[in-house]
């Protein structure tokens, strides 16, 4: 059961701007339609949770808002223009799991991909790169590791140097997909600390969440989702009993004390 | 015919200098390319389009009828690119794997290309000699403007890879990153997977369909052993690829009999025992030697954590224990008992054992470090 | 007809059926290229044992043969557990070192041994008739079609012994293991028979030959059915159709057999692939233009049901919100006017009652993942498909 102590009444920083609007997003796998009619609006300066049960389509909204995946119908604004014009202000952290992470390569060296972006074609990073690099990489505390080679870094470890990489774009809104997924505790209070000092410089941040536990704490802003939206809104105004069970189905207390 | 003759050889004489220097080129351009099929899980890929490349070959032949290695090199990496986007075509449009995309290709191709083949040989007017060596690669064919149409491929590949180093190396870490910092993946993709192809091609004549996709994986699997940066890799997997083309030519050449290519795959294959038992980090020997290492390590800890429960109780640190009551514990042996004696950790009167000032201070250590270990 | 083709059709009927039946559980398995792996790597060990037995058709030719077959397999997996490389990785750094290896023992002792690594690919089944099994006397066919024979015999034997088992191990490896079958034995049990198979059949149709017919016949058969005693009729039909008509072929070309039995394989595959009634590229793509279409339309609809307002439901909406171009907005529009799903009064579209329910049920069925379902329902409403 969610107490109502736990919720965080920090009033969002919300300036009122819509930071990303979705409108009317539907998208299909093998013509199975995973995400249907969605309508987001999500304000600058909010640090929000996408929760919802497995196979609700959460990392897939994030990914084709992203434009990694193609919807059938629907589009996607970042701050009213389309995404493809705005890309240099998204980041993205994509799930642990989906890279090799015995790829040849060492932590100052994934996180300086994060600069690749605004290099564009061809043109190496330079000296100028590089400090952005280890200054991300302090910021999340794996400066000792930075040439460490990425298979060698444990779970936690290897999660930070993605933060890192996504930090290094300077970006104004940030995409996680389950960054709190495999990872200790120290590095869970790292990673919110983070995300909480990037939502007071005004930055927005949607993070991909499955602790339901934990919403009231770290995030001020959360969305329901199961294929459709169930509601979205500030954590303290709708996460509720009502719009859990809605989301989850009767059964929700279960998946709470899991 | 000795080593220094051999060598003396290889600069005076206009064949063997030709051969030399062709396979060692094949061999830096594979070993490099391999490098990239290896990481992005195409090893078998190459397998495949080598084998796809034969009745390219033997079409591009019955059409000019021309024994120029480039004119059929070139129905060589169209069939090749036939090959590579069929399979693509059957993972993506049917419930078929890849495993079995790959093996359908790859014998279907091979087995039209034996037919072409067979029915080529004949053929009365064929001058068709030679497209036999395609099958297991027949370095002494080479010519010397061969060996210029690999070099000229070979730069084309190294200012690719220069070029577009970046984007590659993100694109292999991380795909769909890679898009989202607005990268055409695609063409990103196509590129890789053409130049893979082309270097497979430039390799039929030399190493041969069959065991071309050796020359691709061999040398990158070893160079990946002894490093974890990719420029390293690619790097190492070139110096590999040219080193087994350059021993594999000598002794091939030394001997009768024998096709190169199978002996340049022997040599690679070395190269990767080699770097599989021997490299440093990651190699299965000091794997091993650290494993006993660390439950030797293990076992010496255990002991002194031991002693330390039984000394703890007492004032004086020093006082002596009998060795019996140290018997009844798991971590003990006679040699851990010993090691800690030539680390001053104890002395040994009789049977009786006591800790040094030293070894009292690195039991607690230890100790504590437990204690926090288990919080 | 003469008699010597008769027995070589006949053997290469053998030959097709033998590989089909283990074929078709290594396309089900994704092992695949495991059996190209083996028939390059059998090589090394028929020359030893050519070596020993100085007869290719010798049993424990056959025998050693096999064995290096079991040994790449036994092989590759150990690669794989080491983690040094990826798993296809080890299955192309392991065939072509040990098939190297045979070619070389050939090279060296070109003199001794009577094998040509040529043949060993290829195979040249032209000259089998001539290579006869003399038992006390009296000659009682070609040799290779009683060691096929008698490996096809085996086959099917262990086939009908062990279906129950090879069918739920590699269907649900787990159920298999609790239910107590290991499906370690069962692995390399049929580990086995495919190298016997690869090594039995090389004479015939030469090594790298003998994965298209186990790997050809099997994946066609699978764009037809899923359904495991089927595929493996239809594998064994294949195998045979192609062997005959490859031989045929072959006869009227002058060309190497094997070679033109492959290619039969792959018009066949070529056809099914492009052809299929469910599973085939044409199907495929005309039903994924069909579905891109409804489910569309179901967004359209859906779109509708959530949006009361006017402005979100005129038609030019279409177009501007949900980022459709105008071909595929019409389409739908219309597919949905025909189906009676929507009506259209002043361009300001709304939803039937008939609509309303159809959309209901939809929403209803995929939020609880009972995607199959909509299929079903979409017989029910539709009177016109995208």
Same mark, same amino acid.
């Given at each position: 059961?969610?107490?109502?102590?736990?919720?965080?009444?920090?009033?969002?920083?919300?300036?009122?701007?819509?930071?990303?609007?979705?409108?009317?997003?539907?998208?299909?796998?093998?013509?199975?339609?995973?995400?249907?009619?969605?309508?987001?609006?999500?304000?600058?300066?909010?640090?929000?949770?996408?929760?919802?049960?497995?196979?609700?389509?959460?990392?897939?909204?994030? @990914?084709?808002?992203?434009?990694?995946?193609?919807?059938?119908?629907?589009?996607?604004?970042?701050?009213?223009?389309?995404?493809?014009?705005?890309?240099?202000?998204?980041?993205?952290?994509?799930?642990?799991?989906?890279?090799?992470?015995?790829?040849?390569?060492?932590?100052?060296?994934?996180?300086?991909?994060?600069?690749?972006?605004?290099?564009?074609?061809?043109?190496?990073?330079?000296?100028?790169?590089? @400090?952005?690099?280890?200054?991300?990489?302090?910021?999340?505390?794996?400066?000792?590791?930075?040439?460490?080679?990425?298979?060698?870094?444990?779970?936690?470890?290897?999660?930070?140097?993605?933060?890192?990489?996504?930090?290094?774009?300077?970006?104004?809104?940030?995409?996680?997909?389950?960054?709190?997924?495999?990872?200790?505790?120290?590095?869970?209070?790292?990673?919110?600390?983070?995300?909480?000092?990037?939502? @007071?410089?005004?930055?927005?941040?949607?993070?991909?969440?499955?602790?339901?536990?934990?919403?009231?704490?770290?995030?001020?802003?959360?969305?329901?989702?199961?294929?459709?939206?169930?509601?979205?809104?500030?954590?303290?105004?709708?996460?509720?009993?009502?719009?859990?069970?809605?989301?989850?189905?009767?059964?929700?207390?279960?998946?709470?004390?899991? | 015919?000795?080593?220094?003759?051999?060598? &003396?050889?290889?600069?005076?004489?206009?064949?063997?200098?030709?051969?030399?220097?062709?396979?060692?080129?094949?061999?830096?351009?594979?070993?490099?390319?391999?490098?990239?099929?290896?990481?992005?899980?195409?090893?078998?890929?190459?397998?495949?389009? +080598?084998?796809?490349?034969?009745?390219?070959?033997?079409?591009?032949?019955?059409?000019?009828?021309?024994?120029?290695?480039?004119?059929?090199?070139?129905?060589? /990496?169209?069939?090749?690119?036939?090959?590579?986007?069929?399979?693509?075509?059957?993972?993506?449009?049917?419930? #078929?794997?890849?495993?079995?995309? /790959?093996?359908?290709?790859?014998?279907?191709?091979?087995?039209?290309?034996?037919?072409? /083949?067979?029915?080529?040989?004949?053929?009365?007017?064929?001058?068709?000699?030679?497209?036999?060596?395609?099958?297991?690669?027949?370095?002494?064919? #080479?010519?010397?403007?061969?060996?210029?149409?690999?070099?000229?491929?070979?730069?084309?590949?190294?200012?690719?890879?220069?070029?577009?180093?970046?984007?590659?190396?993100?694109?292999?870490?991380?795909?769909?990153?890679?898009?989202?910092?607005?990268?055409?993946?695609?063409?990103?993709?196509? #590129?890789?997977?053409?130049?893979?192809?082309?270097?497979?091609?430039?390799?039929?004549?030399?190493?041969?369909?069959?065991?071309?996709?050796?020359?691709?994986?061999?040398?990158?699997?070893?160079?990946?052993?002894?490093?974890?940066?990719? +420029?390293?890799?690619?790097?190492?997997?070139?110096?590999?690829?040219?080193? +087994?083309?350059?021993?594999?030519?000598?002794? +091939?050449?030394?001997?009768?009999?024998?096709?190169?290519?199978?002996?340049?795959?022997?040599?690679?294959?070395?190269?990767?025992?080699?770097?599989?038992?021997?490299?440093?980090?990651?190699?299965?020997?000091?794997?091993?030697?650290?494993?006993? &290492?660390?439950?030797?390590? /293990?076992?010496?800890? &255990?002991?002194?954590?031991?002693?330390?429960?039984?000394?703890?109780?007492?004032?004086?640190?020093?006082?002596?224990?009998?060795?019996?009551?140290?018997?009844?514990?798991?971590?003990?042996?006679?040699?851990?008992?010993?090691? #800690?004696?030539? &680390?001053?950790?104890?002395?040994?009167?009789?049977?009786?054992?006591?800790?040094?000032?030293?070894?009292?201070?690195?039991?607690?250590?230890?100790?504590?470090?437990?204690?926090?270990?288990?919080? | 007809?003469?008699?010597?083709?008769?027995?070589?059709?006949?053997?290469?009927?053998?030959?097709?059926?033998?590989?089909?039946?283990?074929?078709?559980?290594?396309?089900?398995?994704?092992?695949?290229?495991?059996?190209?792996?083996?028939?390059?790597?059998?090589?090394?060990?028929?020359?030893?044992?050519?070596?020993?037995?100085?007869?290719?058709?010798?049993?424990?030719?056959?025998?050693?043969?096999?064995?290096?077959?079991?040994?790449?397999?036994?092989?590759?997996?150990?690669?794989?557990?080491?983690?040094?490389?990826?798993?296809?990785?080890?299955?192309?750094?392991?065939?072509?070192?040990?098939?190297?290896?045979?070619?070389?023992?050939?090279?060296?002792?070109?003199?001794?041994?009577?094998?040509?690594?040529?043949?060993?690919?290829?195979?040249?089944?032209?000259?089998?008739?001539?290579?006869?099994?003399?038992?006390?006397?009296?000659?009682?066919?070609?040799?290779?079609?009683?060691?096929?024979?008698?490996?096809?015999?085996?086959?099917?034997?262990?086939?009908?012994?062990?279906?129950?088992?090879?069918?739920?191990?590699?269907?649900?490896?787990?159920?298999?293991?609790?239910?107590?079958?290991?499906?370690?034995?069962?692995?390399?049990?049929?580990?086995?028979?495919?190298?016997?198979?690869?090594?039995?059949?090389?004479?015939?149709?030469?090594?790298?030959?003998?994965?298209?017919?186990?790997?050809?016949?099997?994946?066609?058969?699978?764009?037809?059915?899923?359904?495991?005693?089927?595929?493996?009729?239809?594998?064994?039909?294949?195998?045979?159709?192609?062997?005959?008509?490859?031989?045929?072929?072959?006869?009227?070309?002058?060309?190497?057999?094997?070679?033109?039995?492959?290619?039969?394989?792959?018009?066949?595959?070529?056809?099914?692939?492009?052809?299929?009634?469910?599973?085939?590229?044409?199907?495929?793509?005309?039903?994924?233009?069909?579905?891109?279409?409804?489910?569309?339309?179901?967004?359209?609809?859906?779109?509708?049901?959530?949006?009361? =307002?006017?402005?979100?439901?005129?038609?030019?909406?279409?177009?501007?919100?949900?980022?459709?171009?105008?071909?595929?907005?019409?389409?739908?529009?219309?597919?949905?006017?025909?189906?009676?799903?929507?009506?259209?009064?002043?361009?300001?579209?709304?939803?039937?009652?008939?609509?309303?329910?159809?959309?209901?049920?939809?929403?209803?069925?995929?939020?609880?993942?009972?995607?199959?379902?909509?299929? =079903?329902?979409?017989?029910?409403?539709?009177?016109?498909?995208?």
């Amino acid at each position: 059961m969610i107490s109502k102590e736990n919720v965080n009444n920090e009033t969002p920083t919300s300036t009122g701007v819509v930071a990303v609007k979705v409108d009317d997003l539907t998208v299909a796998y093998n013509y199975k339609p995973v995400l249907w009619d969605i309508d987001l609006e999500i304000p600058e300066g909010v640090l929000m949770a996408i929760v919802g049960p497995n196979g609700a389509g959460k990392s897939t909204l994030i @990914k084709s808002i992203l434009g990694i995946l193609k919807p059938i119908a629907g589009s996607v604004s970042i701050y009213n223009k389309p995404y493809q014009k705005q890309r240099q202000l998204v980041a993205y952290v994509p799930q642990k799991g989906s890279v090799d992470w015995d790829f040849p390569t060492t932590a100052l060296d994934v996180v300086l991909m994060g600069t690749y972006g605004s290099l564009g074609w061809i043109k190496r990073p330079g000296q100028k790169e590089k @400090k952005e690099a280890l200054e991300a990489l302090e910021k999340v505390g794996m400066l000792p590791f930075k040439n460490r080679q990425i298979s060698q870094l444990s779970g936690g470890q290897q999660q930070r140097i993605f933060l890192a990489r996504a930090l290094v774009q300077n970006a104004s809104i940030y995409f996680m997909d389950e960054p709190f997924q495999g990872v200790d505790a120290t590095t869970e209070i790292a990673i919110i600390n983070i995300l909480k000092e990037l939502r @007071k410089a005004g930055k927005t941040v949607v993070v991909v969440h499955h602790d339901l536990q934990t919403v009231p704490e770290y995030f001020d802003w959360v969305t329901f989702l199961n294929v459709k939206k169930i509601a979205t809104g500030p954590v303290k105004d709708i996460f509720n009993d009502d719009n859990l069970t809605k989301t989850y189905g009767i059964n929700y207390k279960v998946s709470i004390q899991e | 015919m000795d080593v220094t003759e051999y060598i &003396k050889l290889v600069f005076t004489d206009y064949t063997l200098r030709t051969i030399t220097l062709g396979t060692a080129i094949l061999g830096a351009v594979t070993g490099m390319l391999g490098s990239f099929a290896v990481l992005r899980k195409q090893s078998l890929l190459g397998d495949a389009i +080598s084998h796809a490349a034969l009745p390219g070959i033997a079409i591009a032949f019955l059409l000019t009828g021309a024994k120029n290695s480039n004119i059929l090199l070139l129905g060589a /990496l169209i069939s090749g690119l036939i090959g590579t986007f069929w399979i693509r075509g059957i993972v993506k449009k049917t419930h #078929l794997k890849s495993d079995t995309a /790959l093996g359908l290709i790859l014998s279907l191709f091979f087995g039209f290309g034996m037919l072409l /083949l067979t029915f080529i040989q004949k053929q009365p007017n064929a001058n068709q000699a030679g497209l036999d060596k395609y099958l297991f690669g027949q370095a002494a064919t #080479l010519l010397e403007s061969d060996v210029w149409m690999m070099a000229i491929v070979t730069g084309i590949c190294l200012s690719v890879l220069l070029l577009f180093w970046k984007e590659f190396k993100i694109l292999l870490f991380d795909a769909d990153y890679t898009k989202t910092l607005g990268f055409h993946t695609k063409f990103i993709d196509i #590129l890789i997977t053409s130049f893979i192809v082309l270097a497979i091609v430039l390799g039929l004549q030399t190493v041969g369909v069959v065991l071309m996709s050796a020359m691709l994986l061999a040398p990158a699997a070893a160079a990946r052993q002894w490093t974890n940066s990719l +420029s390293m890799m690619v790097l190492l997997a070139a110096i590999f690829g040219a080193f +087994s083309g350059v021993f594999g030519t000598a002794i +091939s050449a030394s001997q009768n009999n024998l096709s190169t290519g199978p002996v340049i795959v022997i040599v690679a294959s070395v190269f990767v025992l080699v770097s599989f038992i021997f490299s440093p980090t990651r190699g299965l020997l000091f794997k091993q030697i650290r494993f006993i &290492k660390n439950r030797r390590d /293990l076992q010496l800890h &255990k002991t002194l954590a031991f002693m330390y429960n039984i000394v703890e109780s007492h004032e004086n640190i020093s006082h002596p224990h009998a060795i019996k009551i140290l018997n009844n514990f798991q971590g003990y042996t006679k040699s851990t008992l010993q090691k #800690l004696v030539r &680390k001053n950790y104890v002395t040994i009167d009789g049977n009786m054992w006591s800790f040094t000032e030293e070894g009292f201070k690195a039991a607690t250590n230890l100790y504590n470090q437990q204690i926090n270990n288990n919080e | 007809m003469s008699s010597a083709q008769l027995e070589i059709q006949l053997i290469a009927c053998l030959v097709a059926i033998a590989c089909a039946i283990p074929g078709t559980f290594l396309v089900l398995r994704k092992m695949a290229m495991i059996s190209d792996a083996i028939s390059h790597s059998i090589l090394p060990g028929i020359v030893i044992g050519f070596f020993i037995t100085q007869d290719l058709n010798s049993p424990l030719l056959i025998l050693l043969a096999a064995l290096t077959g079991i040994l790449t397999v036994v092989l590759v997996e150990y690669i794989q557990k080491t983690g040094l490389v990826k798993e296809d990785t080890a299955i192309g750094l392991v065939f072509p070192a040990l098939f190297s290896i045979g070619v070389i023992m050939i090279a060296k002792n070109a003199n001794d041994v009577h094998l040509d690594v040529d043949a060993v690919l290829l195979g040249e089944l032209a000259f089998a008739p001539f290579d006869r099994l003399i038992i006390s006397g009296a000659d009682v066919g070609p040799k290779s079609l009683w060691i096929i024979g008698t490996i096809l015999a085996i086959t099917v034997g262990l086939l009908f012994a062990f279906f129950k088992e090879l069918k739920i191990s590699t269907f649900d490896a787990g159920l298999a293991a609790s239910l107590g079958f290991s499906p370690v034995a069962i692995h390399y049990g049929l580990m086995t028979v495919s190298s016997v198979t690869t090594v039995g059949a090389f004479d015939a149709v030469g090594a790298i030959l003998v994965v298209a017919l186990m790997i050809a016949p099997a994946a066609t058969a699978y764009l037809l059915t899923n359904e495991l005693k089927r595929m493996l009729i239809y594998a064994i039909c294949f195998g045979v159709c192609s062997a005959i008509s490859g031989y045929w072929v072959a006869h009227w070309l002058d060309a190497s057999i094997a070679g033109s039995i492959t290619t039969m394989l792959g018009i066949l595959f070529l056809a099914v692939y492009l052809f299929a009634p469910n599973k085939g590229v044409i199907a495929v793509l005309y039903r994924e233009k069909q579905q891109r279409t409804e489910v569309s339309l179901l967004t359209f609809l859906l779109h509708l049901k959530n949006h009361t =307002d006017e402005r979100e439901r005129h038609v030019n909406h279409l177009n501007e919100h949900i980022n459709w171009q105008k071909v595929r907005s019409k389409s739908v529009l219309d597919l949905a006017l025909k189906n009676n799903m929507i009506l259209l009064d002043n361009n300001i579209v709304s939803l039937t009652e008939k609509g309303e329910a159809f959309t209901s049920k939809a929403i209803n069925y995929i939020i609880t993942n009972k995607d199959a379902q909509i299929e =079903d329902m979409k017989d029910d409403f539709f009177l016109f498909r995208g």
